[in-house]
C-alpha cells in the first residue's frame, strides 16, 4: 500500500463509501466520548467543499464551556522544559516547589535556603504543594503526573520511542532529538506519531498487512493537510524565495528521515511510512492543526511568600525566557510555526535574554515565562472549521476558567483547583448563542477587530485611518493573505461575503 497516497486523501475519500464513512464517524464518535462531548457536539460531514466540521447537539449561550480536550499528541518546548518541570503527556506541573526552584536555578539549594523554604511551607500549608503532583518516572527518565499519565503515554507510542525499552535504538533516538532541537522542535512531536503507529502495527494480529497500516495511519486521516512545504508561505518582508524554502525544508526533512530510519530499523512494518513524502504532509498536518498549550505555573502566589533572595533569583532566570512575543493566554487563534531561519517551529527566547542587561525587565512577562508551554495535535478541536465571526473560541491557558471542565470525559470531575485546571488541556468556549445544529466556528486568525466579548457584547473596531472603508478594505486582505496559510482561498464566512 501506498502509504503517502493513503494519508493524504482528503475528506471526499474519507467520506466516499459507506464502509469508509462508518469507520470515520465512528473514529470522531469515539474521541467525543473521550472528552464527554456526548449529547455536546457532533462531527458533520458538510460535502466536498466545505468538508467536515463540528456542530452543536445543544444550545450553548456566550461563555459556555462547549468541551475541552487534552492532546491527542503533545510536546513541552525544549527551551520551556528548562524552566518549568511538567508531565510529558499533559503538561500538568509536577514534582515540588523545592525541584522547580532548584530546575529554574540550575542548582542545588543550600540548607539555609532549604530550612527557610520549609518555614514558608508551614506559613501557607497546602498553597505550598497546591498545584504540583507527584512526579511518576518512565526507566527513561521521562516524568508524569500520574501512573494513568505515564501509562497513556506508553500505550500511545512512547514505548516505541523509549531508549530504555529499546537500548539497541537508544544513540539513534538521542541523535534524532539532539538534531530536532537545533532545527524544527516540531520533529519531536513528530516522532511520538511514528512511535504511535509504530505501536499499533506492531499490536496488530498482521503486523505486515495492508489492514495493519490502514489501521495505524487511519487517526491522522482525519485532519486537514498538505505537503508541507506547500503550507509554509514565504516571508515576503524578507523577501525569501519559494524555491530555496522549498529546497531548506526538504534538506531538513531528509536529514530528519534519514535519522528516524535507524531508530526504526528493527521494525521492518514502519518503512512506508519512513519517507520524506509521508512526513512532510504529518508537518503539513501539524502546520494547519497544532494549538499551543499553557500550563499556568503553581509558582505564581508563592513567590510572595518565598524569601525575596530566592524571588529575586527566580525572576532573573525566568526574564532570560523572555519571548520576542508575549503570550496571548486565552487567545482563539491556530497556531502557525514559522519555519525561521533554520526550520524551528516556535519563537522562544531559547535560553538567551531578549532584552540587553541595561534594559529593565518586565515583572510581568518574566511571570508569563514561568508558564509550562507546549503544542499539540487535537481531534476535535482539529476538526472545527474557521470562520472571521466565530461563534466560539479556544482557551488555551485555563487560569482564567471555572471548575466545570470535565476530567478523563467525566463531566462530573474535574482536574482543577479551585478555578485553576492544572494541565494542559485546551478550552473550547462560546463567545455568542450557539444553536443545536449550528456549525461550531472559531478564528485561525489573531483578530483585534470587530471581537465579541464573552458577555455577548461587541467591541468597536480598532482605531483606524479617516475612510473607514479604506480600513476594511486593508483587513479583509489580510484575512484573505493570512488565510491560504491554512489552504483557505476564498472564505465564504458572513463576515468576508459583506
Not at 512532510?280 to 509558582?299: Q, Y
Not at 473560541?393 to 471548575?403: E, Q
Request: proline share 5%; glycine share 8%; hydrophobic share 35%.
Amino acid at each position: 500500500m501506498d502509504a503517502v497516497a493513503f494519508l493524504a486523501q482528503d475528506n471526499a475519500a474519507l467520506y466516499a463509501d459507506a464502509a469508509s464513512r462508518t469507520k470515520t464517524q465512528g473514529h470522531f464518535e469515539q474521541a467525543i466520548d473521550g472528552i464527554g462531548g456526548r449529547g455536546r457536539v457532533r462531527v458533520e460531514y458538510f460535502g466536498p467543499l466545505r468538508g467536515k466540521g463540528v456542530v452543536a447537539e445543544k444550545a450553548f449561550v456566550s461563555g459556555d464551556r462547549v468541551f475541552d480536550e487534552l492532546a491527542l499528541f503533545a510536546i513541552q518546548s525544549p527551551d520551556n522544559a528548562r524552566l518549568s518541570r511538567a508531565c510529558q503527556k499533559c503538561l500538568h506541573f509536577v514534582g515540588s516547589p523545592i525541584d522547580q526552584i532548584e530546575l529554574m536555578l540550575t542548582r542545588k539549594l543550600s540548607a539555609k535556603e532549604r530550612a527557610s523554604l520549609s518555614k514558608t511551607a508551614a506559613k501557607v500549608g497546602s498553597l505550598f504543594t497546591e498545584g504540583f503532583a507527584k512526579e511518576v518516572n518512565c526507566d527513561c527518565g521521562e516524568h508524569y503526573c500520574s501512573i494513568e499519565c505515564r501509562d497513556k503515554d506508553a500505550a500511545n507510542g512512547h514505548t516505541s520511542i523509549c531508549p530504555s525499552a529499546n537500548p539497541s535504538s537508544a544513540l539513534s533516538i538521542a541523535e534524532f532529538k539532539e538534531h530536532a532541537i537545533s532545527t524544527n522542535e516540531t520533529f519531536l512531536l513528530a516522532l511520538k506519531v511514528f512511535g504511535f503507529i509504530a505501536s499499533r502495527l506492531k499490536a496488530h494480529k498482521n503486523p505486515s498487512s495492508v489492514e495493519a497500516l490502514e489501521h495505524a495511519i487511519w487517526p491522522l486521516r482525519v485532519f486537514a493537510k498538505d505537503y508541507w512545504w506547500n503550507v509554509c508561505l514565504p516571508n515576503e518582508a524578507e523577501e525569501e524565495d519559494p524555491e530555496e524554502l522549498q529546497m531548506a525544508l526538504r534538506t531538513l526533512l531528509t536529514d530528519s528521515t534519514a535519522l528516524l530510519s535507524k531508530i526504526f530499523a528493527h521494525v521492518p512494518e514502519m518503512k512506508p511510512v519512513i519517507n520524506v513524502g509521508f512526513y512532510s504532509l504529518l508537518m503539513g498536518i501539524f502546520e494547519r492543526n497544532n494549538l499551543s498549550i499553557l500550563t499556568p505555573s503553581p509558582m505564581l502566589p508563592l513567590l510572595e511568600h518565598i524569601p525575596d533572595s530566592i524571588t529575586e533569583a527566580i525572576m532573573k532566570r525566568a526574564s532570560e525566557f523572555i519571548p520576542n512575543h508575549g503570550h496571548n493566554q486565552h487567545s482563539n487563534e491556530h497556531d502557525h510555526h514559522h519555519h525561521g531561519e533554520h526550520g524551528h517551529s516556535h519563537d522562544h527566547g531559547g535560553g538567551s535574554s531578549s532584552s540587553s542587561n541595561n534594559e529593565e525587565v518586565d515583572p510581568f512577562e518574566a511571570l508569563d515565562a514561568m508558564i509550562a508551554e507546549g503544542t499539540g495535535l487535537h481531534t476535535i478541536q482539529g476538526t472545527i472549521n474557521h470562520s472571521c465571526k466565530p461563534n466560539a473560541m479556544v482557551f488555551k491557558d485555563a487560569s482564567a476558567l471555572d471548575g466545570s471542565s470535565p476530567k478523563n470525559g467525566d463531566p462530573d470531575s474535574t482536574s482543577s483547583t479551585g478555578s485553576v485546571i492544572r494541565d494542559g488541556r485546551t478550552v473550547l468556549r462560546a463567545v455568542r448563542p450557539i444553536a443545536p445544529g449550528e456549525e461550531i466556528t472559531i478564528s485561525y486568525l489573531d483578530e483585534g477587530v470587530e471581537e465579541e466579548h464573552m458577555d455577548g457584547s461587541e467591541s468597536g473596531a480598532e482605531d483606524g485611518g479617516d475612510n473607514e472603508n479604506e480600513v476594511d478594505l486593508d483587513e479583509k486582505a489580510w484575512r484573505a493573505l493570512s488565510l491560504k496559510e491554512y489552504g483557505i482561498d476564498d472564505c465564504q464566512c458572513p463576515k468576508c461575503k459583506q
